[in-house]
């Protein structure tokens, strides 16, 4: 709360009414002196306060500081990471915008013409299939090596007399 020009004038006025001319000087030492003494009291209190109290605390935090600083930096990492994370699982499915972009660019060229007349490849027959029946069980240790699981089942029932599905 600031008291601008006019109320100091309005307070003078009613001080001189009430208090008087006579009086009013001494009134007004008074009231400065107790002003004074009032401002060095809090003056006092206040350097007494920050001696006794936020010095010792600032003392007393200055190592918290320092040890909270790799622990902050710590959380930084792991929170750009956790959202790396989450983007990457956000973007599960969809096509990576570089990846679209290289993909988009040659289908959108034309198919290059084929260079020089050459001979057609030729064509590639199949074996013909042959007959291969099963090769009896003798003993499911010695094909263990080369025989698949399925095939290995197979041997096993028809040792044990079971049909083979």
Known sequence: MKIGFMELVVIFIVALVVIGPDKLPEFARKLGSGLRAFREATNDLTSEIRENVVEPLEEAQAPIREAMEP???????????????????????????????????????PPEPPAAETSAPEPVQAPAAENVSPAPATDAAEGADTASPAAEDATLNQNKGGETT
């Open 71 to 109: 622990l902050e930096e710590m959380d930084k990492e792991i929170k750009g990471s956790v959202k790396e994370v989450k983007t990457s699982l956000n973007n599960i499915g969809k096509p990576k915008k570089k990846s679209a972009a290289k993909e988009q660019t040659p289908a959108a060229q």
